[in-house]
């Protein structure tokens, strides 16, 4: 294996690794953009006089519910005992009774997790009577989607300008490997070589170069999600099997084609000139 090929591919690799890393980025931003939506809370308190039969009834129907992600019956008595362990003190010994409200917290798919959705999810529950108050946080649900919206914005220009980068740092690469043997091509075109024979052996070896660029950057990108891992493990969830499956095959298919491309061209490109114009570039 000559030192060109080696510094070709350790060149194009760090470029895949960088567009790979944003697409990576791209990805789990979404799935962190939807964990955090899920994580916004629909509480419905209810009445004090609510039965448990009536409860259970309301239970079943919002677990049923397609918008439902996840649901929490919270009765009195574990509201009275967690706010006595927070605040240190107990109100029902000044008061004389229990001051909180039994309530169900329900947690919405992410896609349901916006005001929009949730005013006629709000509706639909109110006509339970057992249902005294329906809040949510209106200002933070308007807010995350907003931020998320502009975040989402940014990454996908980010993505289109470090592809754009990446296909010129990738293709001055490829110019250069093929630049340095200017001489051969021609040579082998005096000689009465077809074109598509002469291209062959090089568009080969960038195809070789573009292999084991993508996967050298897939290593280093395992091998960055390990290290992150090891030190934040609950960001695990981030990294699914579809998504690293999506920025391998990515990175592997951008590495090919654009190798190949740009070796075609380039090669093309000098097989047009003239013998003269060779000392001249």
């Known amino acids: 294996m000559d030192i060109q090929f080696v510094t070709a591919c350790i060149s194009t690799s760090l470029v895949l690794l960088l567009l790979g890393s944003v697409v990576m980025v791209v990805l789990t931003a979404g799935r962190l953009s939807d964990h955090v939506r899920e ?19 309301i239970v079943r129907h919002v677990e049923a519910q397609r918008y439902t992600k996840e649901l929490r019956y919270i009765s009195k008595e574990e509201i009275l005992a967690e706010q006595t362990a927070s605040m240190g003190l107990d ?9 909180y409200t039994a309530s169900i917290e329900v947690k919405l798919k992410a896609e ?26 209106s200002e933070l649900m308007d807010n995350v989607n ?5 975040i989402s914005a940014l990454l996908l220009a980010l993505a289109l300008v470090l592809s754009l980068i990446s296909f010129a740092l990738i293709n001055n690469t490829i110019k250069l490997t093929i630049y340095s043997q200017r001489f051969l091509l021609h040579t082998m075109k005096l000689v009465g070589a077809s074109w598509a024979f002469i291209r062959r052996p090089f568009l080969m070896r960038n195809l070789g170069i573009g292999i084991a660029s993508g996967i050298l950057a897939n290593a280093l990108i395992g091998g960055g999600i390990y290290l992150l891992l090891a030190h934040e493990p609950q960001l695990a969830h981030l990294f699914t099997v579809q998504i690293l499956g999506i920025v391998g095959g990515a990175v592997m298919l951008f590495g090919i084609l654009i190798t190949l491309l740009c070796a075609y061209v380039s090669i093309n490109r000098f097989l047009r000139m003239k013998a003269g114009d060779l000392y001249y570039i």
């Open 91 to 99: 109100p029902t010994e000044f008061l004389g009774y229990n001051p």
């Open 39 to 57: 994580n916004l809370e629909l509480s419905l308190l209810l009445a004090d006089d609510a039965k448990t039969e009536e409860v259970n009834r």
């Open 146 to 150: 907003e931020n998320i919206r502009k």
């Open 112 to 137: 349901y997790a916006n005001t929009d959705s949730i005013i006629p999810i709000k509706n639909c529950l109110m006509r339970y009577t057992q249902i005294r108050e329906i809040s949510y946080p």
